[in-house]
C-alpha cells in the first residue's frame, strides 16, 4: 500500500485503505515525537510553505513543527483571503511561491473549494489545512489516530458529533472519514447550525443532548464559532450551554469508558464544560500531539512523491 | 435586392410548410415562391428549417462602462451566431441604462453595426438602487421595452407597485428578478444535497419563490404586466401557474441552462456553473421542461451574461455569477425537440413569435408576407465542438465551451441580409 496522490485535499475522496495507510504512516511518527531528539532528516532539503489565507495559530504551528522535525525548510507565508482586491490573483500568488521552488504547500483558505483550486494549478503537493466550510482532513486523521489508539478498531463505534455542522470542515471531514471506517456516526446541533439537505451524511440525526450521548463510545463536541455566524444561529451562549453543551449529568448517558474530543480551540462553560475539559476521559491534549505525527506524516508522503522518492515504507 | 432562399422547411409558430422564401429588400415578400424565381441572391437550403430570427429578452451587452467583458458589437455577433437577430439588454451598465441618453446610445450602437437589433430593458429605478422611479416614458420613447432592476431584486413592495402601474401608462411591463436577498445570504449555489457534500452556501429556492409570490400579488394589486426573469424552481413554476389560472397578467421565461443542468454539476466547483439563479435539483430541471411542454413557461432566454476570464479564474465564493448563452440557446433548445419534449413549432413560439409579442414588435416572431425578413436556417443535426474559434462572445464563460453541442444556425439573416454563416467544420 502507498499514497499515490498529488495531493491531501479532503477526506471524501480517499478510500478506506488509504486512510489506514495514513493513519499507520502516522502512528510511526508518534515514536519520534517522543524522543529526546526529535527530528530525523526524512525531508532535508525540501521546501514547505505554509499558505495561509486566513488566519491560524495552532494548525499553522502544528503542521510547522511536523515540517521541523522531518528537516524540512519551513516557511509561513500569511495573506488575507480577500488579498485579490489588491491586485494578485491567489493563482499568481501560488505561482509565485511555486516558482521559488517549493516541495509542498500547506493551504489554508476561508472559501470552500479553494484548496483544490490551488492544487488544481500548481504541479506542487498539496496538503489541505482547511477550506472555508469544506474540509479538514489532517483533523479527521488526527481524530481517527486518536479513536484508534483508545478504542482499537473504529468500526462499530458509536461516535457522537455535537455542534455546528452546518459550518464546520471538521465535521465534514471527520462525517466522511469515519463512515468510510464503519463507525456509526450520530449528529446533534440546533436546526440552526444542521444542514437542512442532510441525507449525503447519512448519519443518526438527535434530538437532544442525551440521545446523541446515549451509548457513545466517543462524543466529540464542535468549537462554536462565534466569528463565522452572523447573530441569527444561537440567542446567546449561556442558552447554548444549557441545551447543547457538555455536562457531566449528560456525559453519564455514554458509555462508561467514552471518551471527549474537541478540535480546540475550546470555549470552557459553552460547549464543554471546564471540569469535563480536564477529566481523564478527555483525549484533547492527545489529539493535538497526534496532530504533529499526522501532519508529519502527510508531508512525509507528500514532500517526497514529487521528485519520485519511495515512499512505500514509513520507517 | 432580391434574395431566394430555396426548399426550406419554414416552422412558424403554428405550422410547417415546404417552400421557397423570397426576400425583397428587409421584408419577406413571398413564402410560396416558384422555385425558379429570379433573384439576385440564391441560397439552396436543402431542405433545412427556416425559422424566424431568434428574440432573446434577456441578455447583459456590458455597454457602456463594462466593454472588457463584451460589447454591443460582440455581443451582437455572438447573437446571430446563435440565430438571435433581436435582443433585450438589461439595464445593469455602468452607468446604468436609467435615462433615455444610454437607451438611445444602445439601439444607436446596434444599427452602426446594423447586424442585429437592440431593444434595451430600462431600469425600474434610478441607479438601479430600488427607491426612485426612472422616466420610463422618456425611456420607452427612445426605445426601451421593458423595464428591470435584473441583477438585483426591488426589494421594496411599494416601489415595485408603483413600477409597474407607471410602466403600464407607456404599454410596458416591468420584468422582475425574483430574489429575497436576505434569505439567498451569501449563498452561491442552490441550496441542496450539493451545498452540504460542498461546503458552499446554499441559496433557498425559496429566496426566489417568495419573491415571485409578492410579484405576481403586485401584479394582482395593480392589473400590471408582470414578467418573471430567469424562473428556476418548481415551486416558482407553480406560483406562476396559479397565477395565470387566476387570469393575471404574469408572464416567464427560463433559461436553458435552468432546463439542461442541474446542481451535481457543482461538486467540481467548476466557477462556469455559478450563476443566479443557482442550477437547480433536478426535479427543478424536470419543472421546466414540464412547464415548457404545457406552455406555463412563454419564453426562453439566455441570461447571456459574459464575464473575463479574470473574474471567473478565482476562488469559487469569488467568482462573478453567470454564463454566457447566445450560441448554445439553439442547440440546447434543439434538445428539447430531439427528446420528444416540445415540437419545432414550439420552439418557434417560445424563441421568437412569444417573444416579439410581449415587447410588443409586430413586425417580427413569424416567417410571413410582409415581416421583417428576420430569418435562420437551421441544420438539427450539425454536430460540432463549442471551441474558442466558434465563440464569437469576448468572453469565454460558457459550461458548454469545448463541449459537442448538436443544432446550428447554417445562415441567419436580418433584414434581408445574411449576416452570418456557419463556416466550421
Keep these: 500500500m502507498s499514497y499515490k496522490r498529488k495531493d491531501l485535499l479532503g477526506m471524501i475522496d480517499l478510500s478506506k485503505e488509504e486512510i489506514n495507510y495514513l493513519l499507520d504512516t502516522a502512528q510511526t511518527f508518534c515514536e519520534i515525537n517522543e524522543r529526546d531528539v526529535k527530528k530525523v532528516p526524512t525531508l532535508k532539503g525540501r521546501t514547505v510553505i505554509n499558505l495561509f489565507f486566513e488566519p491560524s495559530t495552532r494548525t499553522r504551528t502544528s503542521f510547522e513543527i511536523a515540517g521541523k522535525r522531518l528537516s524540512a525548510d519551513t516557511v509561513n507565508f500569511s495573506a488575507s483571503s480577500s488579498s485579490t482586491t489588491k491586485g494578485e490573483t491567489l493563482i499568481d500568488t501560488v505561482q509565485n511561491m511555486e516558482a521559488m521552488s517549493s516541495d509542498v504547500f500547506v493551504v489554508r483558505h476561508a472559501y470552500s473549494g479553494s484548496v483544490k483550486f490551488i492544487a488544481e494549478n500548481t504541479d506542487v503537493p498539496v496538503i489541505n489545512a482547511g477550506d472555508g466550510l469544506n474540509e479538514h482532513p489532517t483533523q479527521a486523521l488526527l481524530d481517527l489516530l486518536t479513536i484508534r489508539q483508545n478504542k482499537g478498531d473504529i468500526k462499530g463505534l458509536e461516535i457522537a458529533i455535537v455542534g455546528d455542522i452546518t459550518h464546520s470542515r471538521v465535521a465534514r471531514s471527520d462525517i466522511w472519514a469515519m463512515k468510510k471506517l464503519g463507525a456509526n456516526v450520530r449528529l446533534f446541533g440546533p436546526p440552526t447550525m444542521l444542514p437542512k439537505h442532510i441525507a449525503p451524511f447519512d448519519c443518526q440525526i438527535c434530538k437532544t443532548m442525551e440521545e446523541a450521548v446515549e451509548g457513545a463510545d466517543v462524543v466529540m463536541m464542535l468549537r462554536i464559532q462565534r466569528e463565522r455566524q452572523g447573530k441569527l444561529l444561537l440567542p446567546s451562549t449561556r442558552e447554548y450551554a444549557r441545551f447543547f453543551g457538555l455536562t457531566n449529568e449528560k456525559l453519564n448517558f455514554a458509555k462508561k469508558d467514552a471518551i471527549v474530543m474537541h478540535p480546540g480551540p475550546i470555549n470552557r462553560g459553552v460547549e464543554l464544560m471546564t471540569n469535563i475539559a480536564d477529566c481523564n476521559r478527555a483525549v484533547i491534549l492527545p489529539q493535538v500531539s497526534n496532530g504533529v505525527a499526522v501532519r508529519m506524516a502527510a508531508l512525509y508522503l507528500l514532500g517526497l512523491s514529487k521528485k519520485g522518492g519511495n515512499n512505500e515504507d514509513a520507517s | ?425
Excluded at chain 2, 304 to 331: C, R, S, Y
Aim: some cysteine; charged content about 25%; hydrophobic content about 40%.
Design chain 2, 1 to 425: 435586392m432580391k434574395t431566394l432562399l430555396k426548399n426550406c422547411k419554414i416552422v412558424n409558430h403554428d405550422k410547417t410548410i415546404d417552400g421557397n422564401i423570397l426576400i425583397d429588400g428587409e421584408t419577406i415578400a413571398d413564402v410560396n415562391a416558384p422555385a425558379d424565381t429570379r433573384a439576385d441572391k440564391v441560397i439552396d437550403c436543402e431542405g433545412k428549417y427556416a425559422m424566424p430570427g431568434l428574440i432573446d429578452l434577456h441578455v447583459h451587452l456590458r455597454d457602456p462602462g463594462l466593454e472588457y467583458k463584451e460589447d454591443i458589437i460582440s455581443g451582437s455577433k455572438a447573437a446571430v451566431a446563435g440565430g438571435v437577430t433581436s435582443i433585450c439588454p438589461m439595464a445593469n451598465t455602468k452607468p446604468v441604462n436609467d435615462n433615455s441618453t444610454i437607451t438611445k446610445y444602445m439601439i444607436d450602437k446596434g444599427k452602426e453595426l446594423g447586424i442585429c437589433d437592440i431593444f434595451p430593458i430600462g431600469a425600474m429605478t434610478k441607479k438601479m438602487e430600488g427607491e426612485e422611479l426612472t422616466e420610463m416614458g422618456d425611456m420607452a420613447g427612445a426605445g426601451a421595452i421593458g423595464f428591470s432592476d435584473d441583477g438585483k431584486p426591488v426589494c421594496n413592495a411599494e416601489v415595485f407597485r408603483r413600477a409597474a402601474e407607471y410602466a403600464s401608462q407607456f404599454d410596458s411591463f416591468v420584468i422582475s428578478h425574483a430574489e429575497d436577498k436576505s434569505l439567498a445570504g451569501k449563498g452561491v449555489i442552490n441550496d441542496s444535497e450539493v451545498a452540504t457534500i460542498t461546503g458552499l452556501r446554499g441559496i433557498p429556492a425559496e429566496s426566489e419563490e417568495v419573491m415571485v409570490a409578492r410579484d405576481i400579488l403586485m401584479s394582482k394589486l395593480t392589473g400590471a404586466h408582470v414578467h418573471i426573469c430567469h424562473i428556476s424552481t418548481k415551486g416558482t413554476l407553480e406560483l406562476v401557474r396559479w397565477a395565470k389560472a387566476q387570469g393575471l397578467n404574469v408572464t416567464c421565461e427560463v433559461t436553458p441552462h435552468h432546463f439542461t443542468l442541474n446542481d451535481r454539476e457543482l461538486l467540481t466547483y467548476d466557477t462556469n456553473y455559478k450563476m443566479n439563479p443557482p442550477l437547480r435539483t433536478q426535479e427543478d430541471v424536470d419543472a421546466m421542461i414540464d412547464g415548457l411542454v404545457k406552455g406555463d413557461i412563454d419564453c426562453i432566454v439566455t441570461d447571456h451574461a459574459p464575464h473575463h476570464i479574470d473574474e471567473k479564474n478565482v476562488e469559487f465564493d469569488l467568482a462573478m455569477f453567470g454564463i454566457t448563452g447566445l450560441q448554445t440557446m439553439l442547440p440546447l433548445s434543439l434538445d428539447l425537440v430531439k427528446n420528444g419534449n416540445i415540437s419545432m413549432n414550439d420552439l418557434v413560439r417560445l424563441t421568437s413569435y412569444a417573444p416579439a409579442n410581449l415587447i410588443k414588435k409586430g413586425d417580427r416572431g413569424e416567417i410571413a408576407v410582409g415581416k421583417l425578413a428576420d430569418i435562420v436556417i437551421v441544420d438539427v443535426d450539425k454536430e460540432y465542438t463549442f471551441d474558442e474559434e466558434l465563440n464569437t462572445s469576448k468572453s469565454t464563460n460558457s459550461p458548454f465551451l469545448g463541449k459537442t453541442l448538436k443544432g446550428a444556425a447554417l445562415y441567419t439573416i436580418k433584414n434581408g441580409n445574411v449576416v452570418f454563416e456557419f463556416t466550421a467544420k
